[in-house]
């Protein structure tokens, strides 16, 4: 029996941090192995806003790098660049045609992005629509992703089916995965947001190739409340989410939780939490040092070439049913 396809992308912008790690990557590495998975850098995703070339270029492999660094192996899973398969860009341009646009003028995402900006690229509204391209492209049964992108996912969902009731049957309709713990990692310095790659705070977020100690200074500053110690009755958003951080790295049970810091002080929290932290991220540093350049090109190259044909056939079908020239 052949295996169910899973599909999901991370964009080469900022520092991935642990929410990224904890939210999406974790589960990618949890999924490689019963799964037909495809890890994608989506850069064309990247490029909705403003992207330097030459770091753009520079942050593609540092996110491939990082997908082996925290467990990916290159030869189970498809590692692939988003704009190194035409097919996405493609069928982006397809379902644009059947996606109504007050469909995506209500995405969240979009509304707060296009807040900041002065003036606002097309790309940004067409975001979701591309998104739904990828993992409509091959016919992904599961997509794993942070809370954030579940909207995105709905719209996916009304897309192909919206595409799949006009046409005919074309798109697997997929379903988000979300992990158990660990899908809305929030900001150390400010746990009502969650933790951004964007965000300028020094202590808002603990990127997975941070200084270790500097990782755990993080920790020890970060917001809680005005309680003593761990009641979890009473907690505030900051203490939840140090105690959810601890126990997406950890796997330990909600029993556990509750007998290793029920009536914990706060700074006795926070050393556990950032000795906790450290810990996972050590071999993921130590992994990351060791994946060359030049390989990872070859890698992604394959990758690509790989999965190609799967794309191309969806293209294919999808033209065949609107009645465009094939
Ligand atoms: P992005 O960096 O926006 O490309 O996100 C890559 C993946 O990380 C997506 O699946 C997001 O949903 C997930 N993610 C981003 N930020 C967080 C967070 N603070 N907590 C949990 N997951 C997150
Ligand atoms: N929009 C996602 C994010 O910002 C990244 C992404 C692009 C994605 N295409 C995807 C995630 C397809 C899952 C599946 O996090």
């Avoid at 992005?113 to 599961?142: C, F, N, R, W």
């Avoid at 761990?230 to 989410?241: A, I, K, L, Q, Y």
Wanted: aromatic share 6%; charged share 20%; glycine share 8%.
């Amino acid at each position: 029996m052949t295996k169910a396809r899973v599909f999901s992308g991370v964009q080469p912008t900022g520092h991935l941090h642990i929410g990224n790690y904890l939210g999406a990557i974790q589960n990618f590495v949890r999924l490689q192995h019963e799964y037909d998975c495809i890890f994608c850098v989506v850069d064309l995703h990247a490029v909705t806003v403003y992207q330097e070339p030459a770091e753009l270029r520079r942050k593609i492999r540092e996110i491939a790098a990082l997908f082996i660094a925290c467990g990916i192996d290159p030869n189970v899973a498809t590692l692939m660049v988003q704009s190194s398969v035409s097919g996405h860009a493609e069928l982006g341009w397809l379902l644009t045609c059947v996606t109504p646009l007050g469909w995506l003028e209500r995405m969240t995402q979009y509304k707060d992005k296009s807040a900041k900006q002065e003036t606002i690229g097309a790309g940004l509204l067409q975001y979701p629509v591309l998104m739904a391209a990828d993992i409509l492209l091959y016919q992904s049964k599961i997509v794993p992703v942070g809370d954030d992108q579940s909207q995105h996912l709905e719209l996916t969902r009304d897309i192909a089916q919206s595409f799949n009731s006009r046409y005919g049957d074309t798109f697997t309709v997929p379903a988000t995965k979300l992990p158990t713990h660990g899908a809305r990692v929030m900001g150390l310095d400010d746990p009502e947001k969650k933790m951004s790659k964007s965000a300028t705070g020094t202590s808002h977020a603990i990127g997975l190739l941070d200084d270790l100690a500097q990782a755990k200074k993080k920790i020890m500053r970060a917001t809680t409340d005005s309680n003593p110690a761990v009641d979890f009755e009473t907690m505030g958003p900051g203490v939840r989410n140090l105690l959810g951080i601890y126990q997406a790295f950890s796997g330990a049970s909600n029993e556990q939780m509750q007998n290793e810091f029920a009536g914990l002080r706060y700074g006795d929290l926070k050393k556990k939490v950032a000795e906790q932290v450290a810990q996972s991220l050590e071999p993921i540093q130590a992994r990351y040092r060791e994946v060359t350049t030049g390989n990872l090109d070859d890698l992604l190259r394959q990758g690509a070439n790989r999965i190609r044909p799967v794309a191309e056939a969806t293209v294919r079908l999808t033209k065949d049913r609107m009645g465009l020239y094939t």
